[in-house]
């Protein structure tokens, strides 16, 4: 059973910077995609960016282009998210999930959305 567990968010002013943690286990495949996800109270929940388990590919959502940075360590089963000139847009309940047998691209539309979701972590941009 794939588990995926966040941490690190927090309340931090405009332009500040957070890093968001993602500790996964329990895949038995070697090949999938994994990322992060963000919903704002009365909007519906959007792809962030994801990485892919293999080669590393990315994908980012324009909102977040130039100012988040995902990244994974394979040793430490971990997926990140340096977030960095942040904006009081970008406050959000934040999660991360995975699915198997999907391109970074595809699952970060949600088409179709991922199978795999953490308990998500609260990031509040706020001066």
């Known amino acids: 059973q794939v588990q995926l567990v966040e941490s690190g968010g927090g309340l931090v002013q405009p332009g500040g910077s957070l890093r968001l943690s993602c500790a996964a286990s329990?895949?038995?495949?070697?090949?999938?995609?994994i990322g992060w996800f963000r919903q704002a109270p009365g909007k519906e929940r959007e792809g962030v960016s994801c990485i892919s388990s293999s080669d590393s590919s990315t994908y980012y959502a324009d909102s977040v282009k130039g100012r988040f940075t995902i990244s994974r360590d394979n040793a430490k089963n971990t997926v990140y998210l340096q977030m960095n000139s942040l904006k009081t847009e970008d406050t959000a309940v934040y999660y991360c999930a995975a699915e198997y047998g999907t391109t970074v691209q595809a699952m970060c539309v949600m088409w179709p959305p991922p199978g795999y979701w953490g308990q998500g972590t609260q990031v509040t941009v706020s001066s």
């Open positions: 329990g895949f038995t495949r070697d090949y999938y995609a």
